[in-house]
């Protein structure tokens, strides 16, 4: 389970303003994710979303924009409140301070599709199990994994943590099945990622 000391972390990054993933704007492969889990894991047009640890929130703005209902959480106030000042008219945008290893009854098998970008890695290796075990528990049965990861790093010690091919395929195939995945050019922030992927994986047990 992430520790106090970690959560705490977070919180102070907010704070001090040391926020160097955030990109300002949704990120560059929205679309092209969104795009292919439509076509291949038959993602439907008004979807649910849940993003976990969504930071300002600027790509989950977008997904509700393009009609989707979303509710995003980070368990940063600071991270909540610079997403509400942005996006808190948003609609279909639900924007709440929560703990994503604390999950409400209202949210449990509520959801199509979870979105993530950088919060699988920003987990260190040991909370991956956690953390997906946590978005399984939130997706309707046949659910999509919609996620922008980092394949590789280039700093000593994470976070952000890579995960690449391999290690998703290690924390996810038991419980899910991959429907798409391909190599994105890197955003330019953070710059110490150097390659980005996209990838679809759809919650085994039910073929759409
Ligand atoms: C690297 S940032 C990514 C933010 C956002 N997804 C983005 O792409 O800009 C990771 C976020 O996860 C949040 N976070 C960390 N642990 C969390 C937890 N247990 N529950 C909810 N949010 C968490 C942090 O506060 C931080 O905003």
Do not use: N
């Amino acid at each position: 389970m992430q520790s106090p000391e970690e959560k705490s972390l977070w919180q102070k990054r907010w704070q001090k303003g040391q926020t160097g993933w955030d990109q300002g704007g949704a990120h560059p492969a929205l679309l092209q994710l969104i795009q292919h889990a439509k076509r291949e894991a038959a993602l439907p047009e008004a979807a649910r979303f849940f993003s976990a640890g969504c930071g300002a929130a600027h790509s989950e703005a977008v997904l509700a924009e393009w009609g989707h209902e979303v509710r995003a959480i980070d368990l940063s106030e600071e991270a909540i409140a610079a997403a509400k000042q942005m996006y808190g008219k948003v609609a279909g945008l639900e924007l709440v301070k929560s703990d994503l290893f604390e999950i409400e009854d209202r949210e449990l098998a509520a959801y199509d599709a979870i979105y993530d970008r950088a919060m699988l890695c920003a987990l260190p290796a040991e909370l991956r199990p956690d953390y997906i075990e946590a978005m399984k528990k939130r997706l309707k049965k046949g659910g999509l994994f919609c996620g922008i990861l980092f394949r590789l790093v280039d700093v000593e010690k994470g976070p952000p943590f890579a995960v690449d091919e391999a290690e998703a395929y290690r924390v996810l195939h038991r419980d899910f099945v991959l429907c798409y995945a391909a190599a994105i050019p890197a955003a330019p922030v953070p710059a110490v990622v150097r390659e980005e992927w996209i990838c679809v994986w759809r919650l085994r047990g039910v073929e759409p």
